[in-house]
């Protein structure tokens, strides 16, 4: 990726849209290798803006807005979307809430509360405490033949709120249309492992990204690239599921890249590879196998594991 020097092109948060559906008319066409400076409104459409305003009054069919869809010009089927995320730009509020029976322990909620977060340079306001900054995308993906709403994650990307998705990654994603149709939303000023309450530091921003189209190496599920570690993420409305996925596509991964027989490569998935939760509150749960780039490459990884 060429980034570096190239001409930057601004596309503004004024049309979102709510499903990753290839019917959808792109409001952008953008080259290969060139920097795109993307606006994003928060998951809840930048309803809140006080901790007077509820989630409850909000209109809930603009609940995770993605920006776009982009069409990415030279992506074609059967290719991999390489999304290098240069940076994250992130407004300087906010907000959290707590919804009546949503999240992990949403038997427990007995009310909607919104909590309005400060954001500075390297760190966030929540009451009285200072929590380190640790911006993320939580909605990044591709139109799927499911035209799958933007809150939900899946084989295209979508609603996978994991935190290794923030700046100097390339994520991966297979493209089902030509132009691949993308878009991204849902930032994070910080969220931990799991987004338990169902919600996380919520806030509008900008995230500039470089696309590029790889021949023929769709890989099944999203990939992530950072700088010492490999990411395979995963979705399923049944958790053990996903980590069976997410399991089995790196067990298959280090057994094409290394030339290994499958029991070994099992084997040195039990000593090298970490299992990791992405998000415990959506109908589907989202997890990652987690490789060291030490064993293995993002093409070997790519190459091991594409249909």
Known sequence: MTGKGSPLINISDETTFFSFDPGLTPIAEVEQNVLVKIETKDCFSNQIASEEQLIMDIDFSRINPATGPIFIKGAKRGDALAVK??????KQQGAIVTIPEEGLLGDEVKEARTRVCDIGAEEIQFLNLSLPLKKMIGVIGV??????????????G????ATV???GVTVYFPISYEGALFGLGDLHAV?????VCVAACETPGY????FESLNEFAPPWPCV???DWLYIIVSDEDINKAFYEA???AVRALQNALKLDWHDAYMLSSMAMDLEICQLVDPRKTVRSKLPKSLISIEELLKSISA
């Not at 995320?85 to 992130?90: A, G, V």
């Not at 969220?191 to 987004?195: I, K, L, N, T, V």
């Open 207 to 210: 995230v500039t990204v470089e």
């Open 158 to 161: 979508g609603n996978m709120d």
């Open 85 to 90: 995320i240069h940076k994250i730009d992130l």
């Open 247 to 249: 399991t089995e596509v």
């Open 143 to 156: 139109a799927t033949p499911e035209k799958t709403a933007t809150g939900t994650p899946g084989r295209h």
């Open 225 to 227: 690239e950072a700088k």
């Open 165 to 167: 998705i923030t700046e």
């Open 191 to 195: 969220m931990g492992d799991g987004e």
